[in-house]
């Protein structure tokens, strides 16, 4: 994949490379408190969508992580991992949010490639997905070590459990006769029977 000047390369089993020189994603970070996280809300605009987005980086700045970020783009946050400029990287919370195979595939090579460790990050409901990621995941939680991934997917998981599901449309408000306010069958304003006028001492004139 290329940006401004650089070029990533990677192949799962023989490493991955920046520009011609070999990269690393970084080990070191095992603690949220330390740890630059990137994600990205893709084309999510749901009321239950935007809950559950807002929901991690609620999560997440309440376990005082050192930064959340979004790039915008799957494959560079995930490249950017690789080469150790980020500690971890988190998307698929929501439909819209959750990219594809193209998405994932040259950016699994070059994150495997330099030693990160990618999860799914829940099978729905927020439940732990013990499942391998593959390039058929609908989400990722991927960190320069395994460690951090599944703290992060911890918090994440527990948070998204906690969201939710919208409240059904409210129907209007029905008066006796069983029909919606303001509809035929609703009472006549000032008691008058059907086809009556008021007088201007309000008394009935048929």
């Known amino acids: 994949m290329c940006v401004p000047d650089e070029l990533y390369v990677g192949v799962a089993s023989e490493g991955a490379y920046l520009n011609g020189a070999r990269i690393q994603s970084s080990g070191f970070c095992t603690e949220l408190t330390q740890a630059m996280v990137l994600t990205d809300v893709g084309y999510e605009r749901s009321q239950k969508g935007a809950q559950r987005l807002a929901a991690c980086h609620e999560a997440l700045l309440n376990a005082n992580t050192f930064g959340v970020r979004i790039i915008g783009s799957t494959v560079l946050a995930l490249a950017w991992l690789a080469a150790g400029r980020c500690s971890a990287v988190y998307m698929g919370v929501c439909k819209k949010d959750c990219p594809k195979a193209w998405d994932w595939c040259a950016a699994w090579a070059i994150g495997m490639a330099s030693g990160v460790s990618f999860l799914r990050l829940n099978g729905g409901g927020g439940i732990v997905e013990e499942n391998p990621f593959d390039l058929t995941s609908p989400s990722v939680v991927a960190a320069g070590s395994e460690d951090l991934a ?10 998204l459990v906690q969201v939710p599901d919208p409240s059904p449309p409210r129907s209007p408000p029905k008066n006796h006769t069983g029909f919606p306010n303001g509809k035929n069958g609703s009472p006549k304003k000032n008691g008058h029977a059907k086809n009556g006028s008021a007088n201007g001492n309000g008394n009935g004139v048929h």
Do not use: P, Y
């Open 150 to 159: 599944k703290q992060l997917r911890k918090v994440l998981c527990k948070a």
